[in-house]
């Protein structure tokens, strides 16, 4: 059974940071696509980072030079490093994981950032 675990997020001060933490099992990440997202109140679920097999990786242009997506294969782990945050990244922080034709989701993580 796939299980994707997020953690990292919380309360933090406008143009702070924040690293999110997305922990696998029942999956090797090394040979998976993997992908951050978020979702702000009242609003539909957005695409930030995706980090391919091969390491390549592609973001959401907004979020290009702030946000930095990375995966650790030895702890099965993929992180979201948010820098220069801003109240407007409130939300709630997905990770995803595709494998073949299934899409696994996590609980999410809350990030809240004060103005």
């Known amino acids: 059974q796939v299980q994707l675990v997020e953690s990292g997020g919380g309360l933090v001060q406008s143009g702070g940071s924040l690293r999110l933490s997305c922990t696998v099992s029942g999956s090797i990440i090394s040979n998976k696509p993997l992908a951050w997202y978020r979702q702000a109140p009242g609003q539909e679920r957005e695409f930030l980072a995706h980090i391919a097999r091969d390491g390549n990786r592609r973001y959401a242009e907004s979020m290009r030079g702030r946000f930095t997506i990375s995966r650790d294969t030895a702890k099965n782990t993929v992180y979201l490093q948010m820098n220069n945050l801003k109240p407007e990244d409130t939300a709630v922080y997905y990770c995803?994981?595709?494998?073949?034709?299934?899409?696994?989701w996590g609980q999410g993580t809350r990030v809240t950032v004060s103005s």
């Open positions: 995803q994981l595709i494998d073949l034709a299934d899409i696994y």
